[in-house]
Nanobody
Framework: VQLQASGGGLVQAGGSLRLSCAAS????????MAWFRQAAGKEREFVAA????????YYTDSVKGRFTISRDNAKNTVYLQMNSLKPEDSAVYYC???????????????WGQGTQVTVSS
């Protein structure tokens, strides 16, 4: 299984970015997907997750109302739309895959490489 994240970059506070994560190697729609992030000097934290069908989503409190996770099972891709970005959102963002919405939030079985998001004040 391979997960390829992209879409990071430098943006001013209040701006938007959309991250993408393309998956290959197994039936994409059978697995939940998630985004995590790790800021410099901090532990990796959960950001958002989506069920295999896309019908269920879950967000950490700090991004609710600003970030939206979605997926296109025909394209084997999960997205993270990030709006109203804040400097504290700066981090390396990772996509991950797991067997269920609960599992992917706690113990993903596959990780993608990270993509850097930097939000300037």
């Amino acid at each position: 299984v391979q997960l390829q994240a992209s879409g990071g970059g430098l943006v001013q506070a209040g701006g938007s970015l959309r991250l993408s994560c393309a998956a290959s190697g197994r039936t994409f729609s059978r697995y939940a997907m998630a985004w995590f992030r790790q800021a410099a000097g901090k532990e990796r934290e959960f950001v958002a997750a989506i069920s295999g069908s896309g019908g269920l989503t879950y967000y950490t409190d700090s991004v609710k109302g600003r970030f939206t996770i979605s997926r296109d099972n025909a394209k084997n891709t999960v997205y993270l739309q990030m709006n109203s970005l804040k400097p504290e959102d700066s981090a390396v963002y990772y996509c991950a895959s797991g067997g269920s919405l609960v599992v992917v939030r706690a113990t993903p079985d596959y990780w993608g490489q990270g993509t850097q998001v930097t939000v300037s004040s």
